[in-house]
Each structure stands twice: as C-alpha cells, then as structure tokens.
Nanobody, 125 residues
C-alpha cells in the first residue's frame, strides 16, 4: 500500500515563508517523478514544481524564483520551500507521484500522476 503524506501548511503573512514536506511511503524504489500541485477554490489543479529521478527540476512561471523543490536525504521525502509568499499562493497544496523516471513535458498535467496526497492548506494574508 503506497501513500503520500503532506505536512507543513499553515497561515502566513504575505512576504513570509513556509516549507512543505511530503513523505512517499510504501514505494519500493525511486523510479518516480514527484511533483507539487495546488488548487484554490474555483480553480483547476495547477502543477507548480516537479523533480524526477535524474534530478531534473521544473517550475511553473508563477512560482519560479520564489519556490524551491528538493528531495530529502532519502529519495522518498519531498520538500517545497516557499518564500516571498503572495496572497495568490493561497491554496490546498498536494504532492503527487507518477511512475516514470522522467517528468518530461507533461509534468504540469495532473492526469500524468497516479498517486496523490491528501493535501495541506496554505493561507497567505
């Protein structure tokens, strides 16, 4: 049984920082593309960052330069460091995994990902 568990969300003032964590539990190997998505009420789920098994990293323009995706000391821990937070960053944040060593050009597409966490809320005021 595999699962993704996010943590680290909360409320923060504009300009502040948060670090989200995601533990990928039950995966037998590291051949996965791991991504962060977010969804605000009334909006579609948006891919914001991804990292693959080869260390290739991608960011959405909306977060580039402010957010950093990284892996922990073990490959199954994923982080999202969020700096200079803006009101429009308010959303539910999800980590996701797809069975592929490469994220590829489809990394932003939620349909590419098989496994999803339950989400952690980030509120910027």
């Amino acid at each position: 049984h595999v699962q993704l568990v996010e943590s680290g969300g909360g409320s923060v003032q504009a300009g502040g920082s948060l670090r989200l964590s995601c533990v990928a539990d039950g995966y037998s190997d590291r051949a996965y593309c791991l991504g962060w998505f977010r969804q605000a009420p009334g909006n579609e789920r948006e891919g914001i960052a991804a990292v693959d098994d080869y260390g290739a990293i991608s960011y959405a323009d909306s977060v580039k330069g402010r957010f950093t995706i990284s892996l922990g000391d073990t490959w199954n821990i994923l982080y999202l460091q969020m700096n200079s937070l803006k009101l429009e960053d308010t959303a539910m944040y999800y980590c996701a995994a797809q069975r592929s060593q490469y994220c590829g050009n489809g990394w932003k597409h939620a349909d590419e990902y098989r496994d999803w966490g339950q989400g952690t809320q980030v509120t910027v005021s």
